[in-house]
Nanobody, 115 residues
Framework: QVQLVESGGGLVRPGGSLRLSCAAS????????MSWYRQAPGKQRELVAL???????NYADSVKGRFTISRDNAKNTVYLQMNSLKPEDTAVYYC?????????WGQGTQVTVSS
């Protein structure tokens, strides 16, 4: 059973930065893609960023130019570097991994952007 553990969330002021980590219990090289989602109170969960096994990345329009997704296969970890954070980035951030038709989710980490 694959386990994903997110970390790195917290409280940050507008304009600040955070780096989220998603550590997998096994090799991430076997996953077709890994991604970060977020869910704000009262809103649907939305895709933030995705990275394929080949390194191709995709971003939501709302975070392009501010967030960067990356992966370290040796550490079985995916990162989300978040810069120029805005109050509207406040949400629980979830890591997701996909292997064929099977998906795995982490437990989520809270990010709060507030002055």
């Amino acid at each position: 059973q694959v386990q994903l553990v997110e970390s790195g969330g917290g409280l940050v002021r507008p304009g600040g930065s955070l780096r989220l980590s998603c550590a997998a219990s096994g090799s991430i090289f076997s996953f077709n893609d890994m991604s970060w989602y977020r869910q704000a109170p009262g809103k649907q969960r939305e895709l933030v960023a995705l990275i394929t096994s080949g390194g191709t990345t995709n971003y939501a329009d709302s975070v392009k130019g501010r967030f960067t997704i990356s992966r370290d296969n040796a550490k079985n970890t995916v990162y989300l570097q978040m810069n120029s954070l805005k109050p509207e980035d406040t949400a629980v951030y979830y890591c997701k991994a996909r292997k064929s038709v099977t998906t795995y989710w982490g437990q989520g980490t809270q990010v709060t952007v507030s002055s």
